[in-house]
């Protein structure tokens, strides 16, 4: 940060697939939530894992009470091929929800958006049908809804908009 930054520290992040940020001292704040948001999507956790074993990692980052959330799914028997987590294909699908949501879409994600465990499964297909044509920016978060739903089919978006009530108690909690 500022005029004491090393030059070599760029060379090293781009030699091991980080990323250098500048910061002049008045732009920390952003500096840092655009670094919370990067390692939403990137990241890299090691353990070691049994055999035959599928294990679920959540990541949660902290920073000036802002929390990003994620959760790591992996199956040893094939990695390629995570194991779905009960509830069928709608589960499955809410996976790719998870890391803004939560795991029960308990979540505020980035901490301005509703709590979607209590909404009911029509307002979820629409609104995620909606983000799925481009025409709906809540919060700001429209280019990342759209990238997140044109993926889906309309029949999926329905399997994971009839998934989602049922992991709340209506009230935004674990029943």
Not at 51 to 63: E, F, H, I, Q
Not at 92 to 99: A, H, I, S, V
Not at 142 to 158: A, C, F, K, P
């Amino acid at each position: 940060m500022g005029p004491y930054t090393d030059s070599s520290l760029e060379s090293l992040a781009k030699a091991t697939g980080g990323v250098y940020i500048k910061a002049d001292g008045s732009d920390i704040s952003k500096k840092f939530r655009d670094v919370l948001s990067e390692i939403q999507y990137f990241y890299e956790v090691g353990t070691v894992i049994e055999d035959n074993t599928t294990a679920y990692y959540r990541v949660d980052v902290s920073l000036d009470g802002e929390t990003v959330s994620g959760i790591i799914d992996f199956n040893s028997t094939n990695p390629d091929v995570p194991t779905p987590p009960a509830g069928g294909k709608g589960a499955q699908l809410y996976t790719k929800c998870m890391p803004c949501h939560g795991v029960n879409a308990e979540k505020s994600a980035y901490g301005v958006t509703e709590i979607i465990n209590t909404w009911d499964s029509v307002s979820l297909k629409d609104t995620l049908m909606e983000y799925k044509a481009g025409t709906l920016d809540e919060y700001g978060y429209g280019e990342l809804m759209h990238s997140q739903t044109v993926t889906y089919t309309d029949e999926e978006i329905n399997l994971v908009a009839d998934y989602i009530p049922t992991l709340g108690d209506g009230n935004g909690t674990i029943p």
